[in-house]
Structures are given as C-alpha cells and as structure tokens.
C-alpha cells in the first residue's frame, strides 16, 4: 500500500561497506540497478530504488543462498542504523524481536508480525507496499537476520524449527546449514519459526544505557510517523493484513489502533467515510492485485479477500468493475498497469 509508506527508504553505509567486504563495489551496484551513482552517497532512496538495488546485488552474487548467508554474517553489528542496533542492546531475545517489529514501521518497505503460540514464535514478512514485493534475496536477508539477532545477542549458536518462503531460494542445503532446520520453498507465505524457549534467553549485549538514550528518539519518530498517516489509510492498511478467510470487526481493528470502535467510527466519519465503505475499497484494491497473479484462481481470490463462497465475490466484483472476475483477469491479465 503505497500510502502507508513514505517511500523514503534509508541505506546504511554499513550497507555498502558490507558488499565491498563481500568483493562487490558499490557503483556496480549502481550500474547495475541502472541507478545514478549519486545514490550510494544520497542518504534515502525511493522504493522502487531501494528494490533495484537489493535485485542488483542478487544478479551479482550469482546464488541467492549465497548471497543472503555471506552478507548477514558479514555485516558488523556497529554497522546497523539506530532502528536495529537497539535491538540489539535489549534485555533478551523477546524483546529484541519486538523491538525489530515495532521500529521495522520506521524502515520500510517490510513488516514484521509476532505471533507466539505454544512451543512456537513466528515471526511472518509483509510487504508495505503491496504492488511491490521485494526479491527473495531480500526476504531472505530480512529473515536471516531476526536469527543472526539471536545468535549475536545471546551469544549462543541458536537454530530455527522452520523456514518457509514463497519462492525458489538458489542453494536450499546452504540455507538449511545456516538456518539449522528444513527449509520449505513455495509456501504461501514468507515465515521464520522460531523455538518459542529462546526468546527467554538473556541478551549479553544488554545495555540499558545506550536503550534509555535510544528508546525516546525513536518512539518519538515512530509516534510522528504515525500521526501523519490518516486514520482511513491505517484502517485499510489492517483490513488488507487481516481480510483472508474472513471480514474484519471494527472493534478488533479500533483495538489494534488503540482505540475504542466508537472513537475509531467519528474519525472516519471526520474523513468523510466509513468502516463499510473502507472494507469494500480494500477488497476492490486487493481483488484486482490477485487476480493479476495468474497462479490464483478465481475461488483462492474469493478467499484472500474475506469471502466464504464465489458467488458472493461475483456479484460484488460486479459492482465494482461491472464485469466478472473472470472476464477482468482476461482483459488485463499480462498489461504493465499496476493495480
């Protein structure tokens, strides 16, 4: 979702100190992205750029396996920017990983959710901009990079319980070395699981002087950011994360916000729509994003958009388009338009 991003995306110089350990320059990079060489010195790049960049050092590593586990064990700690170093100064892995999740919101284009059940943490990669997916060198990077914080912060040679992601990942053995456990490609999802146990282990890196200079400046960038996002862009932004299988509740979306669902319904209605209306414009916009994936089928985009039988997404396909599902994929399915 464009809108929820400012698509302003900072690089690190650790960034590109990391690839010239690696043997790769970062004007070949440039090149390479077909980006001006003024970027490796500007200090934010575009979404569109920051992609190109990451899809650049995949096309020069050769292996995307090879290029995720060289780079993530590579780069130095004292490299990261402030939004990950402090993680890596919290108090255990539990709340290092929050901390990622929460300060990820300040470094698009990626997401983070934690979910802790059982025996298990996972710990699931979302693409802010959903028109937009990054190359799985990336999703690997971002992943590969949750466990190196463990292993680092512990100072224990931690393993995971699984790997899952949505695309081929070049030397599959290779990452199953790095990761210690199976990896499992062409999953519906990109998704690290985690033993739930590790995230009690105390982080020798724990320093809570450094967190109490860093914490309030980045809480108060993280606050700013979100004030500056309207209440409708947020609403749709968790009804898109939140439509599969079934229809969000206003109450459960104003929980997330933080506030009560009759507080949430009066600042819509102060932006001049409602939580009906942003339901409806949230199935359209991701009803016309899938169906442009021809590996879907009708039925699937039914059920990623909150609907429990076709029929019901027919008739509501209609009025939107004023045409069928089928008949839509048909006549756009292939075109360059971005939905």
Not at 171 to 179: K, T
Request: aromatic residues 8%; glycine residues 6%; negative net charge.
């Amino acid at each position: 979702m464009k809108s929820h991003t400012s698509d302003r995306i900072k690089i690190p110089p650790g960034f590109w100190a990391g690839l010239r350990q690696l043997g790769i320059q970062a004007h070949d990079v440039a090149r390479k992205a077909q980006l001006p060489l003024t970027i490796i010195n500007g200090p934010v790049v575009t979404n569109a750029q920051y992609l190109a960049i990451w899809q650049a050092y995949s096309d020069l590593i050769g292996d995307t396996a090879e290029g995720i586990i060289k780079l993530v064990t590579v780069f130095e700690t004292a490299q990261y920017p402030p939004t990950v170093l402090a993680t890596y100064h919290a108090r255990d892995y539990r709340d290092a990983l929050n901390r990622m999740a929460r300060y990820k919101q300040l470094c698009p284009p990626e997401s983070l959710r934690i979910i802790e059940d059982g025996e298990n943490c996972t710990i699931e990669l979302e693409w802010l901009v959903t028109e937009q997916s990054g190359p799985p060198l990336l999703v690997g990077i971002t992943l590969a990079i949750l466990l190196e914080l463990g292993r680092r912060g512990t100072g224990q040679p931690l393993t995971a319980r699984l790997v899952e992601f949505a695309h081929s990942m070049g030397d599959v053995q290779a990452l199953e070395s790095y990761f210690g456990c199976r990896i499992r490609v062409g999953a519906e999802c990109n998704r690290l699981t985690l033993h739930r146990k590790d995230l009690d282990r105390p982080f020798v890196s724990y320093n809570e002087e450094l967190l109490e200079i860093l914490t309030p400046v980045l809480d108060q960038s993280l606050d700013e950011q979100q004030l500056s996002r309207s209440n409708t862009e947020m609403v749709k932004w968790i009804m898109k994360r939140s439509l599969t299988g079934g229809r969000p509740d206003i109450e459960a979306i104003a929980k997330e916000m933080g506030m009560s669902d009759r507080t949430l319904q009066r600042r819509l209605t102060d932006e001049n729509t409602n939580f009906k209306q942003l339901l409806a414009q949230a199935r359209h916009e991701q009803a016309r994003e899938y169906l442009a994936d021809p590996s879907l089928d009708i039925k699937e985009v039914a059920f990623l958009i909150g609907y429990e039988d076709q029929n019901s997404f027919y008739r509501a396909f209609r009025q939107w388009e004023g045409d069928t599902p089928a008949n839509w994929r048909a006549e756009h399915i292939g075109t360059n338009s971005i939905y």
